[in-house]
């Protein structure tokens, strides 16, 4: 196993991570950072896939790079819509799962 | 008890999925398209002597003027999501005395550190986006610190600044339009014309990431 296929698979696992947070947890601030990490990791599979013969390809680099500052742009977006439901309604929960723990 | 079926059937999930894409990963073969001797062949006529820079601004030049847009609208939602009420906001009392002179400190540095990457862009790791990214975290610095107040709606100079970046980089696009194609440069001006996208771009895209920010940090916050 090369090191390149070790970070794939870290990547691969965050996703997991990320997209069982995204539908597990309640509280949308939580679900926000979930998302985050799912995307983080979907970064993680596309660089070190670029990079298994050894030199790193810079089109997917650049390709992540375009993806990071739109997955902040979106955080950002999702924040304030957060926010803006804590104001109205002071609390951050979906209502669709009030089964949590 | 249905919560806790639901959670062990969403860890399954995520477990197999991990699973089964670790496996097609072990088994993947090399892409059969390799773009690395393209973007090295074609480097020389880029303007830029960095490949990551070279792709961002010139060969996929498209992706990031439409990254920029997408950064505008994302403003523009959070600016719409605001509540119209919220009163201009106020430097409130300096209570920390640490965190002022830090970033009386820091700051200067910051921005002389932003310029550099800006300029390093062309030929080594750095670039409008990094150096945007390090200003618009001057700029939040500057607002903890209550050295700032927060912005309330833009005037018609943050506005400009805002789309400045767009703007520039949409305007020579579409001057670009009777050479043929979109966002091709000719080689001879290639390397000025997108120093003079990435400098507009770092200040439109420090104010953007600034304003996601600074924008929504003046109501308040507290529940109605």
């Known amino acids: ?101 | 008890m249905s919560a806790n079926l639901r959670r062990l059937a969403v860890i399954l999930g995520a477990a197999t999925f991990v699973w089964l894409l670790a496996d097609t990963l072990f088994t993947l073969p090399l892409p059969a398209v390799d773009l690395r001797p393209l973007v090295s062949a074609n480097l020389a006529q880029s303007g830029v002597t960095h490949p990551v820079t070279a792709v961002l601004l010139n060969f996929r030049g498209f992706d990031t003027l439409l990254e920029i847009a997408v950064m505008l609208v994302a403003l523009i939602a959070v600016l719409a999501s605001l509540p119209g009420d919220s009163s201009r906001a106020t430097v409130s009392d300096n209570t920390d005395d640490m965190l002022p002179a830090f970033s009386r400190t820091a700051v200067p540095l910051m921005l002389l550190y932003a310029l550099y990457l800006l300029w390093a862009g062309a030929f080594r790791p750095g670039g409008a986006f990094q150096a945007g990214a390090l200003l618009a975290a001057a700029l939040a610095l500057l607002h903890l610190a209550r050295l700032m107040p927060a912005w309330s709606a833009p005037g018609l100079l943050l506005r400009g600044g805002l789309v400045a970046g767009f703007l520039v980089f949409l305007g020579i696009a579409a001057a670009l339009m009777a050479g043929g194609a979109l966002l091709q440069y000719p080689p001879a001006h290639a390397g000025m014309l997108i120093l003079l996208i990435e400098s507009t771009l770092a200040v439109s895209l420090a104010l953007i990431l600034a304003g996601l920010f600074l924008f929504v940090s003046s109501d308040g916050g507290t529940p109605k």
């Open chain 1, 1 to 101: 196993m090369t090191s390149e296929l070790l970070f794939a698979v870290t990547g691969v696992i965050l996703f997991a991570i990320g997209a069982a947070g995204t539908i597990l947890l309640a509280n949308l601030l939580r679900r926000v950072l979930a998302f985050n990490i799912m995307g983080s990791g979907a970064c993680v599979v596309l660089v070190s896939l670029a990079q298994r013969n050894g030199i790193a390809d810079p089109v997917p680099q650049a390709m992540v790079l375009t993806g990071i500052v739109v997955a902040v742009a979106a955080t950002g977006v999702a924040l304030a819509l957060t926010r803006r439901l804590h104001q109205l309604t002071g609390e951050c929960e979906t209502t669709s799962s009030v089964e949590h723990d």
